[in-house]
C-alpha cells in the first residue's frame, strides 16, 4: 500500500505544481485518509518541497484505526500540546523554502486560515479546492475490495434481521440490532446512523429511528451500510410485515422498483451524472410523484458516504469506470408511509459485464 499512497500524493503534486504552487496541505480527515494512510485524528499531510510529513498534535498513541498507515511516510509530532498541525504545517512547508502553499479553503476555517498567513507571512496561500476528492473518485480495485466487503456485512446483517420476530419491535430497537450485526460481523462501524422506518414512517430519506412500534401491515424501510476499513456502504430495502401486501403497497412498490432499475442500467462509462437521475426520475414523475422526490437520485460512495460524483437533475460530469455510486430512489406518501429502494453499485463497461452489484439483498416485496 505504501507505493499506492505514494502514486497517489506524486498525482496530488503535479497537480499543485501545475497550479504553480510549491507545496500542499491536506487537512480534510478523509483527504488525509486517502494520501497517507491511518492516521492519527486531527493529523494533517504536508507536501512539502524537499519531504512529505503527516503532522500531528502529539505522539500517536496505541489505540487501534481503520486500515494501515504509510510506513515510509514520516511523522512530525508538535513538541508542546495545544498546537495547530496545519498552523506547524505551514512553518515546515517555509523551512523547506517553499515560496507558496496550495490549502484546502472548503475545509479550514477563516481562524486557521489566517493563523497560517501569520505564522508564515513569505508563504503565496492558494486554493488547493477539490483536488483531492477529484483524485478519489476513480477507485483502485483494493478500494473496490474493501466496499464489497461492506456491502457483504451490510447484506448479512439485514438477512438476519429479515429472519427475526419483528412485529412490537420498536425502530429503535432494530436499528440499534443492526449496528450490532454490523459490528459481529467484521465492520468497523455503521458507515452512517441507520434508518429503520415503519408505518406512516416508511420510504423518509434519512428518517430517525423512533418508539413506535412494528405492526402487521406496516411497510418497513430499512437504510444501513457498514463501513469496512474506512470504505462505507449503503443498502436500503422495503418489506411489508405480516400480512400479504395491500394493493396499493404493491403498486408503490413496482413504480420505485422500476424506478430504480432504470437508474442501475444507465451506468455506464461516458454516461452523464444528469442522465442517471433522470432515467430513475422519469419514471416516478410520469405517475404522478415529481413533487417531493429527493434532490439526488445517487451519490459516490468511498472513505465518506456522500462524496462525488453526485447524480442529480443539475449535476455536471460524467462517469467513469471504477466509480462505485448508490442508485436510491424513493416514494414517500404522507400519512401513509413508502418505499425506499438502494444499492451501491460499481460502474464497469459492458464489456465487463456491466455494473457490479455489491449490495445483493434480494429485491423482492417480501412479506415478513
Known amino acids: 500500500m505504501s507505493e499506492v499512497y505514494a502514486t497517489r500524493r506524486t498525482r496530488l503534486r503535479?497537480?499543485?505544481?501545475?497550479?504553480?504552487?510549491?507545496?500542499?496541505l491536506v487537512s480534510r480527515p478523509a483527504n488525509v485518509r486517502y494520501l497517507a494512510g491511518a492516521a492519527p485524528s486531527g493529523a494533517v499531510l504536508l507536501l512539502g518541497k524537499r519531504e512529505d510529513l503527516l503532522v500531528c498534535a502529539g505522539?500517536?498513541?496505541d489505540r487501534p484505526t481503520e486500515g494501515r498507515p504509510d510506513e515510509t511516510l514520516r511523522l512530525h509530532s508538535l513538541p508542546t500540546p495545544g498546537g495547530d498541525p496545519a498552523v506547524a504545517a505551514a512553518d515546515l512547508a517555509t523551512a523547506q523554502g517553499?515560496?507558496?502553499l496550495a490549502v484546502e479553503e472548503h475545509h479550514l476555517t477563516v481562524a486557521r486560515h489566517r493563523a497560517i498567513g501569520s505564522v508564515a507571512p513569505i508563504l503565496r496561500l492558494a486554493d488547493l479546492g477539490n483536488a483531492v476528492e477529484q483524485l478519489r473518485v476513480v477507485k483502485?480495485?483494493?478500494e473496490i475490495s474493501c466496499l464489497r466487503i461492506g456491502a457483504e456485512i451490510a447484506d448479512q446483517a439485514l438477512g438476519e434481521l429479515l429472519e427475526s420476530i419483528l412485529v412490537g419491535r420498536t425502530e429503535r430497537h432494530l436499528a440499534l440490532e443492526l449496528e450490532r450485526r454490523l459490528v459481529d460481523h467484521g465492520a468497523d462501524?455503521?458507515?452512517f446512523p441507520t434508518s429503520v422506518a415503519t408505518g406512516a414512517n416508511a420510504g423518509r430519506r434519512g428518517h430517525r429511528p423512533t418508539d413506535r412500534r412494528v405492526e402487521e401491515g406496516d411497510f418497513l424501510s430499512v437504510c444501513l451500510g457498514a463501513t469496512y476499513r474506512g470504505y462505507r456502504c449503503e443498502i436500503g430495502r422495503t418489506f411489508v410485515i405480516g400480512t400479504s401486501p395491500a394493493d396499493w403497497q404493491i403498486e408503490l412498490y413496482d413504480?420505485?422498483?422500476a424506478a430504480q432499475r432504470a437508474g442501475r442500467e444507465m451506468l455506464a462509462p461516458g454516461a452523464a451524472y444528469r442522465d442517471v437521475d433522470r432515467a430513475a426520475r422519469q419514471v416516478l414523475d410520469s405517475a404522478g410523484y415529481g413533487e417531493g422526490?429527493?434532490?439526488l437520485i445517487g451519490h459516490g460512495v468511498?472513505?465518506?458516504i456522500d462524496e462525488d460524483p453526485q447524480l442529480g437533475p443539475t449535476a455536471m460530469g460524467k462517469l467513469d469506470a471504477c466509480v462505485p455510486v448508490t442508485v436510491e430512489p424513493g416514494v414517500h406518501l404522507p400519512g401513509r408511509g413508502g418505499v425506499r429502494i438502494d444499492d451501491t453499485l460499481v460502474v464497469r463497461p459492458e464489456a465487463d459485464g456491466g455494473p457490479e452489484l455489491l449490495t445483493i439483498t434480494t429485491k423482492e416485496l417480501l412479506a415478513l
Do not use: H, I, Y
Not at 503535479?14 to 507545496?23: I, K, L, M, T, V
Open 14 to 24: 503535479e497537480r499543485c505544481n501545475a497550479g504553480g504552487s510549491a507545496a500542499a
Open 59 to 61: 505522539p500517536p498513541d
Open 98 to 100: 517553499a515560496d507558496s
Open 140 to 142: 483502485d480495485e483494493e
Open 189 to 191: 462501524g455503521p458507515a
Open 255 to 257: 413504480l420505485v422498483f
Open 293 to 295: 422526490l429527493p434532490a
Open 302 to 304: 468511498g472513505l465518506e
